[in-house]
């Protein structure tokens, strides 16, 4: 943990200040000691550099699973494709300019595919994650002396109010398990005037009819690593199956979605073992969680007016995306 992470974090159950206690240093960051609550005295673990605020196992697991297996999949500076950064600013419409020297908290973050592209545009980030994904992001981007990174639960952000001038959520609501309550609690670290970006599944007639709503089912009550073999082995069979689909005239976009495999060819410019791998992991991904949530844009709309954000801009540029100011 970099010592300077301490003036914005609080303790997530009462927001006491926190002291650092009985720390080990190494490369400048503190390794390992306990953060305490001045005012509940609970102690929260800094273990491998990072505080942790939530228990190892959780809800989110299968993320922090998928994460670890794969660390730099979807990082542009691994695939050599800007797929993170496009999305990254259609979902958010922040320049550069805007986030330069900014503290931006990225919630969700994964291993780190997001807060690539913040730090890359010069802002200060504070990537949270729920689940062990945490540590594949410190491995993909302590490189950055302007990185921060901190486990925790997105009903109970351990941070000051106000400390943030850009929040962003992408991929991550509808995976949890109250997904307004989720929702809301992005708004109190966000300073006034600052700026706050989600994207989730939008929800449509189509999710009655896909197969992960039928498999999920089953599916995220598998052990992590039986699903994840499953999928390494159905990957090469379906994604033929799921391309040569995509090929039938006029119908061919839609009617792939009914072979349960996640398809990139013609949408994202992949070499063949790229497109194979992001298949293994979105397929996994889209099987394995324990809540999926898909909203609609009247439903984010009202979120949005209900915390009192303004300048609310409710899109669908693939993802269903809302932006506004508070």
Request: charged share 20%; hydrophobic share 45%; glycine share 6%.
């Amino acid at each position: 943990m970099r010592p300077e992470l301490l003036d914005i974090l609080v303790c997530p159950s009462c927001h006491g200040a926190l002291a650092l206690i009985d720390a080990r240093e190494a490369e400048h960051e503190v390794e390992s000691g306990l953060l305490r609550c001045a005012a509940c005295t609970r102690d929260y673990p800094i273990v491998r550099f990072i505080p942790r605020f939530v228990p190892q196992e959780n809800y989110a697991s299968s993320f922090g699973f998928q994460w670890n297996r794969f660390p730099r999949t979807q990082l542009d500076s691994y695939s050599g494709v800007p797929i993170t950064r496009e999305r990254f600013v259609a979902s958010t419409n922040w320049s550069a300019d805007a986030m330069a020297g900014a503290l931006v908290l990225d919630v969700g973050c994964g291993s780190g595919r997001f807060a690539e592209v913040s730090l890359s545009m010069g802002a200060r980030v504070v990537a949270v994650d729920y689940s062990s994904a945490i540590d594949a992001a410190r491995a993909n981007l302590n490189h950055f002396p302007n990185a921060y990174f901190v486990q925790a639960d997105i009903y109970h952000l351990p941070f000051r109010p106000e400390s943030f001038d850009f929040v962003y959520c992408l991929g991550v609501l509808q995976h949890t398990p109250d997904v307004k309550r989720a929702f809301l609690s992005l708004v109190p670290p966000l300073k006034h005037g600052g700026r706050i970006a989600v994207d989730l599944y939008p929800k449509t007639w189509m999710n009655l009819v896909w197969p992960k709503t039928w498999l999920r089912p089953i599916t995220k009550r598998m052990r992590r690593d039986r699903l994840f073999a499953l999928v390494e082995r159905a990957v090469p069979v379906l994604l033929p199956v799921s391309r040569a689909v995509a090929k039938i005239p006029l119908a061919g976009r839609k009617l792939k979605h009914f072979v349960p495999v996640s398809n990139y060819a013609g949408v994202y410019p992949l070499n063949e073992q790229q497109l194979n791998e992001w298949a293994i992991l979105d397929t996994f991904d889209l099987l394995s969680p324990a809540y999926d949530s898909p909203q609609n844009a009247a439903t984010l709309r009202r979120w949005f007016d209900g915390a009192g954000l303004h300048d609310v801009e409710i899109t669908r540029p693939g993802h269903l995306v809302g932006r506004g100011t508070r």
